[in-house]
Structures are given as structure tokens and as C-alpha cells.
């Protein structure tokens, strides 16, 4: 299979909320891909609305727009480039402690009513989007209450146990 990314070049992405506040500037090679990656990884991700991809022809001619967009542009959450730029303060960290209550409470809370069957197995990113919270925070919430007995850990999700006899 042929590479679909032209050679050499690279895109500048930003990923906005719903309110156009823009939330991070990246540059990849392959920025569908990358994305992907975000999905999963940065807890702020479900707030990501939209986002905008060009293509460069150079990774270094990316770079320097990267630089120039966060400088310029302010994205919420580019940590690395923030350092030394003149900002007041590090970037900011996404504070996910209120995602993280309402996945433990709605989980709780379906788990009390059996609403999910002995067996059924739960992941990070359809748990995220019922809650309304990243897949990573979902994923690290469902190990909280594996830890405390409610959900059985397996090795990418978790299982709903069945009642003790």
C-alpha cells in the first residue's frame, strides 16, 4: 500500500472547543492518526469540537508555524511551548476531577440499578462518551472501582463481576 501523504510534507492542526476557544496546536505527518492518539490520551479531548489540518511542505516549515501559532495564538493546552515564551504561567492542566465524579457516580450508580448484566464489559471511550468525559479519564475511573471491588480488570477494559453467591 502506497503512502497517501505526499513525501516531505507535514500539517500544523488545531483542535478547537465548541466555542472556538482553540485548545492545542500540533504538527504530524500524519495527523489523523495523531489525533487518534489525542483521543485517548489528553483528558480534555471531549471538549475538542472541531479542528483545522494544513499541510506544510517541510517538518521544519511546520515546526515554525507550531512555534508561531502557540506563541501568537495561545492554545490552551501546549504545555512544552509554553515554557520561556513569555507566559505568566505553565499551561494549563486540564482539571478533570469533575469528569471523573460524574463517570464514578453514573457507573456507580447503573451498577446499583443492573443496568449492566454480570459479564458485560466496560472500556474507556464508550464510557467516556456516555459521561460525557475523555477516554483516558473513563479508563482510569474504571480502575478506580476495580480497585474497590465494584468492576473485575481485564487487560484492555473492564468486566462487570458476577454476584457472589
Known amino acids: 500500500m502506497s503512502n497517501p ?33 489525542h483521543s485517548s490520551d489528553k483528558t480534555w479531548w471531549h471538549h475538542v469540537a ?45 482539571d478533570d476531577s469533575a469528569d471523573r465524579a460524574r463517570v464514578a457516580e453514573g457507573v456507580r450508580s447503573a451498577l446499583k440499578r443492573g ?17 460525557n468525559a475523555s477516554p483516558s479519564t473513563a479508563h482510569s475511573v474504571l480502575g478506580d472501582l476495580a480497585k474497590e471491588g465494584l468492576l473485575v480488570k481485564r487487560v484492555q477494559h473492564f468486566m462487570v463481576p458476577n454476584p457472589s453467591a
Open 5 to 37: 501523504y505526499p513525501s516531505g510534507r507535514n500539517a500544523l492542526y488545531r483542535l478547537y472547543d465548541a466555542t472556538d476557544v482553540l485548545l492545542y496546536v500540533g504538527v504530524s505527518r500524519y495527523p489523523n492518526e495523531r489525533l487518534k492518539e
Open 50 to 94: 472541531r479542528h483545522e489540518i494544513a499541510w506544510l511542505d517541510s517538518r521544519r516549515e511546520a515546526l515554525a508555524a507550531e512555534d508561531t501559532a502557540i506563541e501568537k495564538e495561545r492554545p490552551l493546552y501546549n504545555g512544552y511551548h509554553h515554557l520561556g515564551k513569555g507566559w505568566p504561567q505553565k499551561a494549563l492542566k486540564y
Open 115 to 131: 443496568d449492566y448484566l454480570p459479564g458485560t464489559l466496560l472500556q474507556g471511550a464508550p464510557v467516556g462518551r456516555q459521561y
